[in-house]
Nanobody
Framework: QVQLVESGGGLVQPGGSLTLSCAAS????????MSWYRQAPGKEREFVAT???????NYEDSVKGRFTISRDNAKNTVYLQMNSLKPGDTAVYYC??????WGKGTLVTVSS
């Protein structure tokens, strides 16, 4: 069964860090583009970052230099390291693969 399960969200103060995980089953993450998206309250889902089969990465402008997407092939898991978090980063974060439906996401709240 093809499935994505996100985890690692929580409440963090501005300037803090979090690492999100996306565990995949039913397919191999290293053979597809894997992406992170987010949806803030009252807003549409938006692209955050992607990692290609070759390992090249691309980021939405507002997270460049703060977020890092990576992949652990042995664990079949994709990560999103988030540093220097801002209140505007508050959202439900989802990972996505072409072969899988949207998961439930993980909530990140940046607040003092």
């Amino acid at each position: 069964q093809v499935q994505l399960v996100e985890s690692g969200g929580g409440l963090v103060q501005p300037g803090g860090s979090l690492t999100l995980s996306c565990a995949a089953s039913g397919f191999t993450v290293s053979t597809y583009y894997m992406s992170w998206y987010r949806q803030a309250p009252g807003k549409e889902r938006e692209f955050v970052a992607t990692i290609s089969v070759t390992g090249s990465t691309n980021y939405e402008d507002s997270v460049k230099g703060r977020f890092t997407i990576s992949r652990d092939n042995a664990k079949n898991t994709v990560y999103l390291q988030m540093n220097s978090l801002k209140p505007g980063d508050t959202a439900v974060y989802y990972c996505k693969a072409p072969t899988a439906s949207w998961g439930k996401g993980t909530l990140v709240t940046v607040s003092s």
